[in-house]
T-cell receptor, first 116, second 110 residues
Framework: AQSVAQPEDQVNVAEGNPLTVKCTYS??????LFWYVQYPNRGLQFLLK??????LVKGSYGFEAEFNKSQTSFHLKKPSALVSDSALYFC??????????????FGQGTTLQVKP | DGGITQSPKYLFRKEGQNVTLSCEQN?????MYWYRQDPGQGLRLIYY???????QKGDIAEGYSVSREKKESFPLTVTSAQKNPTAFYLC?????????FGQGTRLTVV
């Protein structure tokens, strides 16, 4: 079965400092991995994805994520946080292998709080 | 203007009523999804459809029903059998990899 874990309910960082939001996953085939951001009372906005290729993926708004197959992780990172990055972040996975059911499974979400 | 449109933005339901949430997309995507979001519980999959006239139950399908008669439309009906329907409902569509989301419908039981 597919699953995603975001071990931190909240991450607090100071503006200008690097940030990391953690995600680990479990799929039976090759993983397709995604990060989304949600602002209050809004839908989810796509940030970046890993399908295949380079383990370091660059996305919108200066975010990047590192795919680590051995640790089954896909942590979201940004070198310098902004107050405007404060939001709810979701990691998601779908099985890209032969058993692909089309289901997209989300983690519980991590609230990022960037303080001035 | 391309995208996914959910309506209404806010919806109030009386006990025992069925209500239908609309989701329309003009992105020509085959796959569409419905998720429910509750505080602290992330997104849970209700139903999904990979092609017209076909759909599958997600993790929390009880008390919900869907139809997929057109590629553009994937309406969700919250029936009276759903005992705790107050939540934020999100519709999404996908061309095969990432999903794109509508702005959500907040349903409240009054």
């Amino acid at each position: 079965a597919q699953s995603v874990a975001q071990p931190e309910d909240q991450v607090n960082v100071a503006e200008g400092n690097p940030l990391t939001v953690k995600c680990t996953y479990s799929v039976s085939g090759n993983p397709y991995l995604f990060w989304y951001v949600q602002y209050p009372n809004r839908g989810l906005q796509f940030l970046l994805k890993y399908i295949t290729g380079d383990n370091l993926v660059k996305g919108s708004y200066g975010f990047e994520a590192e795919f680590n197959k051995s640790q089954t992780s896909f942590h979201l990172k940004k070198p310098s946080a902004l107050v405007s990055d404060s939001a709810l972040y979701f990691c998601a996975v779908r099985d890209g292998g032969p058993s692909n059911t089309g289901k997209l499974i989300f983690g519980q979400g991590t609230t990022l709080q960037v303080k001035p | 203007d391309g995208g996914i449109t959910q309506s209404p933005k806010y919806l109030f339901r009386k006990e025992g009523q069925n209500v239908t949430l609309s989701c329309e997309q003009n992105l020509n995507h085959d796959a569409m999804y419905w998720y429910r979001q509750d505080p602290g519980q992330g997104l849970r999959l209700i139903y999904y459809s990979q092609i017209v006239n076909d759909f599958q139950k997600g993790d929390i399908a009880e008390g919900y029903s869907v139809s997929r008669e057109k590629k553009e439309s994937f309406p969700l009906t919250v029936t009276s059998a759903q005992k705790n329907p107050t939540a934020f409902y999100l519709c999404a569509s996908s061309p095969g990899t990432e999903a794109f989301f509508g702005q959500g419908t907040r349903l409240t039981v009054v």
